[in-house]
């Protein structure tokens, strides 16, 4: 008979509704071929091993190399939450050489600690390492929420250059994560400490698997409306990125003519799926002319760009009597944009007021 107690029953709890979001993720038919959702469900399976550990641990149920299972399962989880959010933030993954660093923590975990040589068995247990096995996971845990926020640092650099509908929830709920993740960590080393109620723990475990199980069934790819094959870092900010342009002065300014064309006759800004890649193929162009045509002659990157018109056809409806009767989502549709408080935040940036007061003015 398995033998719980009130803390290692939240811990179990939290477990099992872990592994439920990944199973609902890898079974779902909308999510399952993706290849975020199998990065996620890894990081809920490595996670829920970690948690479940403390029921192994109350039942004394250990192997020769079980009772590692709590900081190997953690070693595993981070570095499967970092691909998922990099995978997110990115509308194609290749392989690179530099990710299989993220395997060396595990690897010198295994060696110096699961199957040393003979020769470390009595070393790797005193003095110094025995402090740095305790708090090899905690290291690990701050260099992934520092590297995790650093990606998303990124990702809000290049978006504005590739779409201009992007819902600020898609990953708004990243950032939540990892302030969550955060006050997690603190709680966990002052908890390790001695300085706080140890049960307190517990509670926010339970109450972080729920949490994440909303968002995780909700989440949706951002880029996936991008071109596959377009290369992502070739328009983002700063002062090389067009060097090896190819384009002359005359091209861009003929360049921007056409586009001025498209958006007045065509009205492609309506469409709140567009990207910079299907505004490219409206061109016949390729994606990194349309940016540099964009910031160079237009003086605006793609959202800013494509807001403008959507923010003046708005404008327009809100001024239509025949459009009176339309609330403020709907009027926000029309006009192209695929969500209330993107449309409401570049409404501002724009006309420096909000849709309602200018609704009342006109």
């Known amino acids: 008979m398995i033998i719980f107690n009130f803390y290692t029953l939240l811990n179990g709890i939290s477990g099992i509704n872990l592994i439920s979001i990944a199973l609902y993720g890898l079974f779902n038919k909308q999510q399952r071929n993706s290849s975020t959702t199998i990065f996620l469900s890894l990081f809920c399976v490595f996670l829920s091993l970690n948690f479940l550990s403390d029921i192994l641990i109350l039942n004394q149920i250990f192997g020769a190399y079980m009772r590692y299972l709590d900081e190997l399962s953690l070693l595993l989880a981070f570095p499967s939450l970092y691909f998922y959010v990099l995978l997110l933030t990115k509308n194609r993954l290749t392989f690179k050489w530099q990710y299989l660093l993220h395997g060396l923590p595990i690897l010198f975990f295994l060696l110096v600690w699961v199957f040393p040589p003979h020769s470390f068995i009595s070393w790797n247990r005193a003095g110094a390492m025995n402090t740095f096995y305790r708090y090899y996971n905690h290291l690990q845990f701050l260099f992934y929420i520092i590297t995790i926020f650093r990606l998303l640092q990124k990702n809000d650099q290049i978006s504005p250059e590739l779409i201009a509908g992007m819902d600020s929830s898609n990953l708004r709920w990243i950032k939540q994560l990892l302030m969550v993740m955060f006050i997690l960590f603190t709680v ?175």
């Open 188 to 362: 966990w080393v002052l908890n390790d400490a001695h300085l706080i109620n140890g049960d307190l723990i517990n509670y926010l475990i339970l109450l972080f698997s729920y949490w994440l199980g909303y968002h995780a069934i909700r989440q949706k790819n951002i880029y996936d409306n991008l071109s596959p094959d377009f290369q992502m870092e070739s328009v983002a900010p700063g002062q090389n990125r067009y060097k090896n342009s190819k384009l002359t002065e005359n091209h861009k300014k003929s360049y921007a003519a056409r586009i001025k064309e498209l958006m007045i006759h065509e009205k492609p800004y309506l469409n709140n799926e567009l990207t910079l890649t299907s505004l490219a193929d409206k061109l016949d162009l390729k994606p990194i002319y349309v940016s540099q045509v964009l910031n160079e002659e237009f003086q605006e990157n793609f959202y800013a760009f494509i807001n403008r018109y959507r923010i003046e056809e708005s404008q327009r409806l809100l001024k239509d009597k025949r459009y009176e009767n339309y609330s403020i989502h709907a009027i926000a549709l029309e006009a192209g944009f695929n969500s209330k408080s993107t449309f409401n935040k570049a409404f501002r940036e724009i006309a420096g007021i909000s849709p309602s007061e200018y609704q009342k003015r006109a």
